[in-house]
């Protein structure tokens, strides 16, 4: 088993582009959630869906949206990238809300 | 707001000592705790949780909670440089979602 992957791994963007993080489990998770992680700092919900079908907004939703593509898939897109989305994203997913999370390993963004 | 509170640190212990990590959380409809582990550049991985008032054990780790204080701790017996990492501590709040602490930075001392 893999367990959460993700895609890319590393990215540099120019302000104003768009880009799609990907992120997949084979754990046949229902849960699945996006953060973000600055310097010093914990980390941040910015969406989750509880199960497939579903989606809500985290803590940090703006800029950002998501899809819940199927029950492996969660991606996370940004549509204009601003030099405060520079940052680490980690996709987690568990078996549902309540049950412990397991982090892919990260993409790190920087936007210029 | 529901805040998670660490001490940033680090904390610093000789090998072999106790290492005694604490959080505090301010959702008092909080019901589970997680205690991850992060090193540097790393992903978190999950080290413990806890739903029960008292005291988890389990190898070299015992988490600690008390509900009615709305803390709770982790403890490292016999630490090991290799336990030298950023400890997040992570309730989940009443809406179920895992609110993280910043986290507490450990170094165990050769």
């Known amino acids: ?112 | 707001q529901k805040e998670v509170e660490q001490n940033s640190g680090p904390l610093s212990v000789p090998e072999g000592a106790i290492a005694s990590l604490n959080c505090t959380y301010s959702d008092r409809g909080s019901q589970s705790f997680f205690w991850y582990r992060q090193y540097s550049g790393k992903s978190p991985e999950l080290i413990m949780f806890i739903y029960s008032n008292g005291d988890k054990e389990d190898g070299r780790f015992t988490a600690q909670l008390n509900k009615a204080s709305q803390y709770v701790s982790l403890l490292i017996r016999d630490s090991q440089p290799s336990d030298s990492a950023t400890y997040l501590c992570a309730p989940w709040d009443s809406s179920y979602k895992l609110i993280f602490g910043s986290g507490t930075r450990l170094l165990v001392r050769p």
Not at chain 1, 20 to 32: P, V, Y
Request: net charge neutral; with cysteine.
């Open chain 1, 1 to 112: 088993n893999a367990g959460v992957t993700q895609t890319p791994k590393f990215q540099v963007l120019k302000t104003g582009q768009s880009m799609t993080l990907q992120c997949a489990q084979d754990m046949n998770h229902n849960s699945m959630y996006w953060y973000r992680q600055d310097p010093g700092m914990g980390l941040r919900l910015i969406y989750y869906s509880a199960s497939e079908g579903t989606t809500d907004k985290g803590e940090v939703p703006n800029g950002y949206n998501v899809s819940r593509l199927n029950k492996r898939e969660f991606s996370l897109r940004l549509e204009s990238a601003a030099p405060s989305q520079t940052s680490v994203y980690f996709c987690a997913s568990s078996d549902g809300p309540g049950y412990e999370q397991y982090f892919g390993p990260g993409t790190r963004l920087t936007v210029t």
